[in-house]
């Protein structure tokens, strides 16, 4: 589990409940008025703006938020490469179809494999950087579905606040509800504005940094697997890849 993520939400939590705790968030925050308006529009504006298969994406790499890359670090996967490359100098390049088909959800082994099957430094260049930034692109469409839903969640609780004014306005001959329905009214905008900064863009910013360390990883991989077809010696692929930490 992504320990940020955890102490982050766990604060969050926190200071919801110190709020009413201490009277500073009163129960007239909870509201249907605000949370249909808000979390409804939200929804209905992403799917009418988000093709479907972002969509799908979007909820199936939502785990990312919580997962942690501990397993894929660069530091764990220097030693895999150097002895990848002290295997290959002494037993040739077939070694690689030992490559751990694990290690980094599989591009070591793909990357080796696209090694033996072409025997080309360049071509093996070509075909890895196309998969890193069909990736990139990928999860870019994916961290723009939450970016937007942060970007119309105010907007949805601005609406909100304007509706429950002009129902207030309706009723201004009654003076003792107009203050609790200025309360009901001014909620949507507390709604919206919490959904995008607590959810919303959290959300976004950790995928964002999670897809460039993933971005990170496959360049270093991907260079390890070309300096071993390069036939260089180990020493040098340690040290090639020590610049990526």
């Keep these: 589990m992504d320990i940020t993520t955890i102490v982050g939400m766990a604060g969050a939590a926190a200071l919801i409940f110190a709020g009413f705790a201490g009277n500073q968030i009163s129960a007239s925050l909870i509201n249907m008025h605000g949370v249909v308006v808000v979390l ?4 209905v504006a992403t799917l009418l703006n988000t093709p479907l298969n972002h969509m799908t994406r979007a909820i199936s790499e939502l785990g990312c938020f919580f997962r942690e890359n501990g397993e894929s670090s660069p530091e764990k996967l220097i030693p895999v490469l150097v002895n990848l490359a002290e295997q290959c100098r002494m037993r040739g390049l077939t070694v690689l179809k030992e490559a751990d088909p694990a290690a980094a959800k599989g591009f070591l082994n793909r990357a080796a494999s696209a090694a033996l099957e072409y ?4 071509f093996v260049r070509q075909v890895l950087e196309q998969e890193i930034n069909q990736r990139v692109d990928d999860m870019n469409a994916v961290t723009n579905v939450y970016r937007t839903m942060g970007v119309m969640a105010p907007m949805f609780g601005l609406l909100g606040t304007l509706i429950g004014i002009i129902g207030v306005l309706k009723d201004l001959s009654n003076p003792e509800s107009v203050g609790p329905a200025m309360g009901v009214a001014i909620t949507s905008a507390f709604y919206g504005i919490f959904f995008a900064n607590m959810v919303c863009s959290p959300i976004a910013g950790k995928m964002q940094a999670k897809v460039w360390m993933e971005v990170r990883i496959k360049s270093m991989i991907m260079e390890g697997v070309l300096e071993i077809m390069k036939g260089s010696m ?3 692929v340690e040290r090639r890849l020590q610049s990526y930490l």
């Design 234 to 236: 180990p020493l040098v």
């Design 40 to 43: 409804g529009g939200t929804l």
């Design 119 to 122: 025997n080309d430094y360049k």
